[in-house]
């Protein structure tokens, strides 16, 4: 696929020591012959690839303008073929439906509807290997409170991603 026919994607950022453990967890779990990303929280799965200038400039815009934005990881999640760690944000959920009606139109059936935010750490195995998964995890994790540290925008490639500018939250608005 051509880059700029490609469909874009718009991520949250997660600060460096909770992005480290998703990647640590990522490595360990994710079936290695898929696992060419680093752990994300996808608020976007396609806008349409005409949109780059514009997505970029409405991203650079908000993430200026809001502080980093609370966020809990509050449970193990089961993916059926996977496991993921469920992400609670209403303020994250607040900016990504801002960006929604700024888009309304071109957004897929799947980015119509507000997502659950999660980390993927295990995708696409035997739905056995994803229960162990989650039951060795229920036993050791423990919620935690954390913030976004920005938002970032990626070319998909037909599975790899292309980073295509990521902006860090500085303002002062809180959501």
Sequence with gaps: MENRYAPLIVTAQLPTPLQNWANDLRQAHFPPERNYLDAHVTLFHALPASVLDEARDLL??????????????SAVMDLGGGTAIRIESPGMIDLRDQLAEHFHGMLSQQDSHTPRLHVT???????????????AMHGAF???????SGLALHRYLGGPWEAAGQWSFRGNARL
């Design 60 to 73: 650079a815009r908000l993430a200026g303008q809001h502080a980093p934005v609370d966020a809990r990881l």
């Design 121 to 135: 750490i295990q995708n696409k195995v035997e739905r056995k290997e994803a229960q162990a998964l989650q039951r």
């Design 142 to 148: 423990e919620p935690r409170a954390f913030r976004f």
